[in-house]
């Protein structure tokens, strides 16, 4: 039969829908029509609102609006189609009647023969937030709002389950308060500024192709690090202090564990995720979590079905704060030393000075407050005029201009540091995120910053995260280590020289030292220990490059092995890592057993 249009009132909202010609719908209830002149009162009113078409995978959803005769409010939930289909077993009835609808005693399968054969417009649907792309199309998600997108098609998120946190994401105020009370503050005051422009970075690192990672800013409290949290996440949503609002703030916490931190990161992906007060972390092992975090990618599980549930990805721009560093908490929770690559995901920055030196010492206080409520009274309200300018450039031929102008500033801030490391150039990358965020961000009005400023306040940042991070190189650290090792373990290191008397209880040393040769031997099998690493080669290979690896073994061929034979006072024989005396000279002398 033919398709009707049905137009009537569910309390104050009026609803226009398309029905089947065998069904009648007013605001009264469904009917099935058996004659021309008779029809059955089925259920009160219920109704597909959307059949949701997923653009990963094509399977198609639907979502079901109805009236709540309890709540005399309009309900809405999201199911899959194949749960439209009639059989003892189905589920829908039941939750349609939790709902508040009302079903004629033994009519469940008529309600879902009515439901399956009700027309519906197609949408697509989207289920997580941030980036993505319909054939040629970049389209950015939000909770409320799809941003792009191809022309003539409906778009709608449809995320497996909503993350309260999600709800956060919303405005305050207007553009112009929140320039004026929150924007205008960070002028002058380079950290502040800085921490606005992690906010603009984070929906960068897809376009411009940054792994996920961010800043961690530490130090003693009252020092206004919350605030600059708040700062940052008041480009996307309610910046409250989450010690005032805990449970509508963006800002989230890290008393969390580490399966939770995965639906965390999700409900954020390319957006800025705000973490704060990482004193309150009871995570057995930070450092796992940090690679997690960074990495983008959930622990493989299984769904109800006993299948392999496809891996939660997702990738996140992340703002931390705390009493102490991501380095401490690792080696806290673990017991041993940082690796590079954590530190180099998640940036210590200490914060220990005055975080706002435009702002006089006498009119600190006040203005602090002042920028806290802000914070939480103008937020999100840059965030669309910044993501559509995002799409934008997205989707036209500007983004490799842009691209260029990651790279030159990236060059930029490398060039400004003729000391650095190769593996703190990786880290320069994150930096340089920041400053084109703010770039763009000025570009799309959100701010009005100028280039010189931008790139001082990120110098400014930089210079900071370089001070307290001399060296962050995985076999530098594992030589630190090295050192520290033999400095505080004399007794574990026994005397090889000649007419010594080596210490009993072998089994506890770790290896020898000669005085006459000027050398620390370690056995093989004890150098992961002694370094704090499992893979070792990289801090033997920088020894060796350092002339502080002593060799006297040789191959076959007479080539040096990178280890040496020692001669024990006993008479035996031992083989292992000779380290020079010399490696020890710029630092406190190294007391002996």
Known sequence: MAENISIFKCGEIEVSISIDGDWH?????????????????????????????????GYVKVKIKGFNLVSQKVFWFITEMANLLTSMQNQLPK????????????????????????????????????????????????????????????????????????????????LES?????VSVCEGNPVPLFALGIAFAAPLMQLLNVDGGGFHFWGHSSRGKTT????????????????????????????????????????YNDLLLPMDELGTSNIKNFGQVVYQLAGGKGKAAMNANRDMRTPRTWRTQIMSTGEHAIAQEILATTGAEARTGQLI??????????????????????????????????????????????????????????????????????????????????????????????????????????DEVIMDSVWHVLKMWLNDSPTVSEADRGIDMLKQTIQMNPGRFGNATPQA??????????????????????????????????????????????????????????????TYKLKLPNGQNVSGYAISYNLFKDDIEVKVA
Request: charged residues 20%; negative net charge; glycine residues 8%.
């Open 25 to 57: 719908i007013n605001e009264t209830g469904v009917y099935k029509l058996i004659k021309p002149d008779k029809k059955i009162f089925i259920c009160s009113p219920v109704w597909i609102d959307s059949k949701i078409v997923d653009v990963n995978t």
């Open 95 to 174: 939750i349609l009647a939790n709902c508040g609808v009302y079903i004629s005693q033994g009519e469940n399968s008529k309600v879902l023969e009515y439901l399956a054969r009700q027309p519906a417009p197609t949408v697509y649907g989207i289920d997580k937030l941030g980036w993505h792309q319909d054939e040629e199309h970049q389209l950015f998600v939000l909770p409320e709002q799809i941003i792009g997108g191809q022309d003539g098609k409906e778009y709608c998120y449809t995320p497996d389950s909503y993350a309260p946190s999600q709800k956060a994401i919303t405005t305050s105020g207007t």
């Open 178 to 182: 929140w320039q004026q009370l929150v």
């Open 228 to 267: 600059i949290l708040q700062v940052s996440a008041s480009v996307y949503g309610n910046a409250s202090d989450p010690a005032v609002t805990p449970d509508g703030s963006l800002i989230q916490r890290w008393n969390t564990t580490a399966n939770a931190l995965e639906g965390t990161a999700l409900a």
């Open 345 to 450: 995901r998640m940036l210590d920055i200490c914060v220990e000075g005055n975080i706002f030196p435009a702002i006089s010492s006498g009119e600190a206080a006040g203005k602090v407050i002042a920028l806290k409520n802000a914070c939480s009274q103008n937020y999100g309200v840059a965030a669309m005029p910044y993501l559509q300018h995002l799409v934008q450039v997205a989707n036209s031929p500007i983004k490799g201009e842009w691209l260029q102008c990651f790279e030159l500033v990236e060059e930029a801030l490398i060039d400004s540091c003729p000391d650095i490391q190769p593996e703190q150039q990786r880290a320069i990358k994150r930096f340089a995120l920041v400053a084109v965020g703010l770039m763009l961000a000025t570009e799309a009005g959100c701010i009005a910053v100028k």
């Open 501 to 562: 008397v080596l210490p009993t209880g072998g089994n506890n040393l770790l290896g020898y030292r000669h005085d006459v040769l000027m050398l620390y031997l370690i056995p093989v099998k004890c150098m992961a220990e002694v370094c704090g690493r499992p893979n070792h080669r990289g801090v033997i290979a920088k020894l060796d490059e350092l002339g502080m690896l002593l060799k006297n073994n040789t191959d076959a061929n007479g080539n040096y092995r990178q």
